[in-house]
């Protein structure tokens, strides 16, 4: 079993940036892909970033030049650096772990955490 707790949210000004971290527990996720969703309130949830286990990064079109995922295998640990934010950025983020390959669908990924709550004001 693989443990996610999410930290780094907060309300922040639009322009702003955040740094999300995921610490992992119980195994490492060095073998594992990692990604970051969102869901914002009446919205389902949408994927942000993924990254491989060896490094390749992938994100969605909305965040694509703003957002940086990034991965400590030292540490068990996945961030989201996160600049230039919006408005439309606000939701609760979730990280999440995948066994498989690199996907952006939320039923590929085994493991998640229980969300951080960013808030971006206007």
């Known amino acids: 079993q693989v443990q996610l707790v999410e930290s780094g949210g907060g309300l922040v000004q639009a322009g702003g940036s955040l740094r999300l971290s995921c610490a992992a527990s119980g195994r490492t996720v060095s073998n594992y892909v990692m990604g970051w969703f969102r869901q914002a309130p009446g919205k389902e949830r949408e994927f942000v970033a993924a990254?491989?286990?060896?490094?390749?990064?992938y994100y969605a079109d909305s965040v694509k030049g703003r957002f940086t995922i990034s991965r400590d295998n030292a540490k068990n640990t996945v961030y989201l650096q996160m600049n230039g934010l919006k408005p439309e950025d606000t939701a609760v983020y979730y990280c999440a772990a995948n066994k498989g390959l690199v996907a952006t669908m939320t039923g590929a990924y085994d493991y998640w955490g229980q969300g951080t709550q960013v808030t971006v004001s206007s």
């Open positions: 990254i491989s286990w060896s490094g390749s990064t």
